[in-house]
């Protein structure tokens, strides 16, 4: 194969970006549910829920770390690997980035303060006014990256006159067009897949008999908050689907096999394209395209064909946005069931056939985190700053771009093989039920 340094600097940059986001939807997402664990054990005076607070903190602490190492490769690998987008670019995502930073030591500062402190309050609501900062500063983090990612979808505050950038304004580069939907659906989405893996875990341990309350408080807390936060992931793709109508629209044609300007125009599912661009085997639901779109049946949605073929996005994202849809369904309904189920029964009980549910729901809901990313980086191809510059124009020219991808994908390999026996190595060291009795929460005996 002939090197090519655009092909492996996009391959570098995917992998890291894949293995990064693992990290960064658990420093988003478990800030939140350790405060709601925490919340909850005091407003209930349950120690279950400070123990399940106290649990995941230690857990969290360790991803954090390695999100660290990974986010640092990101900004090294943006300079190194696309010096011609940093040129443009670097100065319209220079305050994001600071800021970003500045949100990571605020969250970094009281993370440690709240890991050394417990038990340390006469109050208890001291410890947990602790998290506050922890929460704002990881869902700030997240807010000021998405903000740059917003910016190469729809570039604004900025002229380019000769290949250099004048007439620079931070503030709208930052709050562009692509913003409020993007940051509140990485927020709600990394919220929902967080929930849902906890959750998997809690229902895991159940169907291996551990069958013990502080599993069950923690099956309902989670998926409670499950349910709300996926609610709200689908209603902010539908509000994603209206932007992309009016500022993306040849995405979302690429998403929807929609090659011809019309109104009442159906959302395909599924499918296959022939020679011609025919779709075949597709499920075809009449007008809902032009509502996704306009909410309004009658909507005109922009096909491909207006647009220059090598403008195009890759038309394999319709099944990435197929995956996307089918998977959000299935999430919202594992946690519809869960809470009817409850409900009828009005205890904390689950059936087996329910928790096996959520058990694919954690692992699925964090591939749909990665499927997401994908759609949204090839359905901005072939611009790595739309309207302004291609990705073949902003890649490196040197040499051993393809060496670098091995070593680093020999690194993720050795972190992510780490980061699964510490995890399991700590929570094996400190079994749930004696650190009970330790605590004081159970007495000593058999264990459940």
Known sequence: MQYD???????????TLSFHIIFATIGVGVPVMIALAEWRGIRTNDPHYLLLARRWTRGFVITVAVGVVTGTAIGLQLSLLWPSFMKIAGQAIALPLFLETFAFFIEAIFLGIYLYTWDRFKKKTTHLLLMIPIVIGSSASAFFITTLNAFMNTPRGFTLENGVIKNLQPLVAMFNPATPTKVSHVLASSYTTC???LAAIAAWQLLRGKDHVYHKKALKLTMTAAFVFAVSTAAIGDLSGKFLAKYQPEKLAAAEWHFETETHAPLILGGALDENNEVKYGISIPYMLSVLAHNDPGGKVIGLNDFPKDEW????????FNFKIASGMFLVLVGLLYLFRRRLSRTLE?????LRMIVVAGPLAMLTIEVGWFFAELGRQPWILRGFMKVADAATTSDHVDMMLVLFCFLYLLLGFTVVR???KLFRKHDVFEE???LGIEKGGRRP
């Open 436 to 438: 009970m009795i330790t």
């Open 195 to 197: 929930a849902l893996i």
């Open 422 to 424: 510490v995890l399991g």
């Open 5 to 15: 340094p655009v092909f492996f600097s996009r391959m570098l940059t995917e992998l």
């Open 313 to 320: 996005p890759p038309l394999v994202i319709h099944y990435l």
């Open 350 to 354: 689950a059936p087996r056939w329910l």
